[in-house]
């Protein structure tokens, strides 16, 4: 069986999944599901994973797999987006589990509330800006030191940091601050074939 | 030079790294570094970690690690705590980043709040409240399932999870309603060798 991932193309977290996968040249099937829509509350979503959240993986022996950086990790390992030096493997990992504790519930959270459910950006949490400035500032110390976040090399991190990094204009983060960050994201989208114009390439899907 | 290990004691995040040294037998100095005290603000602690926060660890080479599943991965790799079944591995992951994204953010909080800040937990958010108690249940529904997280063994993804969950009590979560998680947490304090009446174990700090 064909490996099938379950996604949100709206959702960053479901798109760096999308990216690996494109990325190594493995055969998957992307099947489109709206969490706007309820798609993830279908009871047959539900049977799949009961948690109601994408992205979700369907190996190719069936079993499941869930978390973004997770399923990530498992289609990527023993590829060159995992550096074989055991410190840089590490610092993948730092920059993995940052992202998921201190960028996405701030850079996603902002975006998502201002550019898809509508909220007015001074309604938010300052909190939640602050610390999304705070996260983008961090990206930025590191890129002006290195081209890519773990060094010379394009990893896991700088997939998974890259997804809602650049939308974050979308929810009115200023990323013209940020030079570096800037020029990132735009050797990521090339490297990664995402044409900016159309937001995000159109899924070419291929049969189970 | 021997692996320091920055910590606070109070710290579940802290706690998981210093557990996981002990039980691999590596020889560690630990560095008590308390947040409370502003001792991960000062000017020497944010020279070796700019972020200012614990856990930090310095290898034996002198590099800097943070987050604390990030340092646990590197001080664990191909030992008995990471599986080397694929899919049991990636499991492993996807309670890791769980942990970081929908446990730690709301059951570790809370208990912060309460029992650290001495907040009133009538006066927290209640989708704090609700949200500790669904990772509670999800905890719950694995456990009741399998002895351990991820199957049979006993993983760093239980050493994670087990962190804040064991002291949760302490922010008003009612462990008896997981009968479980429970007799996991008893289990996994005998096996790290945790004393509950003390707390925790005093540190054995090694010679650097």
Same mark, same amino acid.
Request: aromatic letters at 10%; a negative charge; glycine letters at 6%.
């Given at each position: 069986?064909?490996?099938? $991932? ?24 992307? $099947? ?15 049977? *799949? ?6 992205? !979700? ?23 060159? *987006? ?34 898809? !459910? ?40 700088? $997939? ?33 074939? $995402? ?14």
């Amino acid at each position: 069986m064909t490996l099938r $991932i379950y996604g949100d193309s709206i959702s960053g977290n479901c798109l760096k999944v999308k990216w690996t996968a494109e990325r190594l040249h493995l055969p998957f099937e992307w $099947i489109e599901t709206s969490v706007l829509k309820a798609e993830t509350r279908t009871p047959e979503f539900m049977a *799949l994973n009961p948690a109601g959240q994408v992205p !979700l993986a369907i190996l190719e022996d069936g079993r499941p797999l869930s978390q973004s950086n997770a399923i990530m990790l498992h289609l990527a390992e023993g590829s060159a *987006l995992v550096p074989v030096d055991a410190y840089k493997r590490a610092k993948m990992f730092e920059w993995l589990f940052w992202e998921q504790y201190s960028h996405e519930p701030y850079v996603a959270v902002v975006r998502f509330q201002v550019a898809y !459910l509508g909220k007015a950006r001074e309604s938010l949490e300052a909190r939640l800006i602050e610390r999304g400035d705070a996260a983008l500032a961090r990206l930025e110390t590191q890129l002006q030191q290195t081209p890519f976040l773990v060094g010379e090399r394009l990893t896991l991190a700088d $997939i998974a940091l890259v997804a809602y990094t650049r939308v974050a204009h979308e929810g009115g983060f200023d990323l013209s601050q940020y030079p570096a960050v800037t020029d990132w994201v735009g050797r990521m989208e090339t490297a990664l074939g $995402i044409i900016r114009s159309l937001g995000v390439l159109p899924c070419v899907c291929r049969p189970a």
